[in-house]
């Protein structure tokens, strides 16, 4: 026969003390390791896209702050939502990220109500926003117009004759069309390309007449003589894009179409891990370094708190929903 001594209620209140010491510490030192890999930038555009190079913009930078490399996953199709829905769905450790526009976060959920495979607010952790431009209204250099109005009426003209291309629906560059089409009262077919190097191929071709642009594809063949830029889509004039006029001063008020990117992580990531990524990005998209590069590809370096990033998908959601809405497409 043996006897277990019970233990002092004060040695035991130690011992479970020190235990769930321990247990807390687990976390903390596991996430303390990463990362101990490589990170996984998803960019759900082409290579050579301007998604692809603003993401090969912070991602070396990023490397080094973590002392990982950071490689870029291209994974095209469905104006975006392809790659964004791999990462929606990707296992959220800090070992996945996504580099993406705003239309797979903004108009893909109203555009593919039944088919869309992921909700941005529910399956993505938002790190923070990256940079904004103004989306430039071009055309071919041959194309018999000088401003916005000349467009409009060649497009009356040739009624149902002329055709836009975009990275995709649901892209701002499909739905800045669309608007202006409603706006404009003008019939143009919609021809979608898997990025914007294909569109300015297209336009330069003559395959498409027009494409509301990203500056950084688009201004290299504008100098070149080989595409023309009739307008900007932001409210205020732009530094960068000096001489363009807005849509608002030629005959469109309130007309806007900024283009954001943005980076995320699966839903669940741990908050340390999204912390430390947007205390980085921040200090990296800030740098004077990086801003001037941004500034380069005609971008505002723009970083943000994961909640402001939030707020913003929410904010121009609403705002696009009503023109979604207004202009009834769907592409379920």
Known sequence: MFSVRPLRAGALLRRLALALAAATLLPAAAQAEWPDRPIHMVVPFPPGSSPDLLARTISEPLAQALGQPVVIDNKPGAGGNIGTRIVAKGTPDGYTLLYTINGPLVTAPTLYRKTLGYDPLKDLAPITLVATSPNVLTVPGNLPVANVADFVKLARERKGALNYGSVGPGSSAHLAMEMFKNEARIDLAHIPYSGFPQVISAIIAGDVQAGFMVPAIAMPQVRSGKAKALAITS?????????????????????????????????????????????????IIDSAAVRKQLAQQYFTAAPSSPQALTDRIKDERSRWDAVIERLNLTLD
């Open 235 to 283: 409210l205020e004039p732009s530094e960068s894009l000096a001489g363009i006029p807005t849509m608002d001063k030629q005959g469109y008020p309130g007309f806007e179409a900024i283009s954001w990117n943005a980076i995320l992580a699966p839903a669940g990531t741990p908050a340390p891990i999204v912390e430390r990524l947007n205390r980085e990005l921040a200090r």
